[in-house]
């Protein structure tokens, strides 16, 4: 599965409405551990397909889905389950670390 493109707009349906585990990557382009943790993001979406949806969260798009989540670092990864945030960390971490927080 590829890696979804988080909105407001969208955020409600994709996240909050999902039937499975959400892994949201709130990012930015200027960002260099972000770029470095881009590719162990879109790894962990081909590897876990179907069984978890992820997510990607500009925050210089969208600050207000930044602010709401008090997003003060990045990357910042938030897992979301059953609508609720479950599980959160920052910065440049193993993809073990990442996958751990869906389980």
Do not use: H, Y
């Not at 770029?35 to 879109?42: A, H, L, Q, T």
């Not at 990864?77 to 993809?95: H, I, N, R, S, Y």
């Amino acid at each position: 599965m590829s890696v979804l493109t988080i909105t407001t707009e969208n955020f409600e349906q994709e996240v909050l409405k999902s039937e499975v585990p959400v892994l949201i990557d709130f990012w930015a382009t200027w960002c260099g551990p972000c770029k470095m943790m881009g590719p162990v993001v879109e790894e962990i979406a081909q590897e876990l397909g179907e069984t978890v949806k992820v997510g990607k969260i500009n925050i210089d798009e969208q600050t207000d889905l930044a602010t709401r989540f008090g997003v003060m670092s990045i990357p910042t990864f938030l897992v979301f389950k059953q609508g609720k945030t479950a599980g959160m960390t920052v910065g440049v971490q193993p993809k073990e670390n990442i996958t751990k927080l869906l389980k």
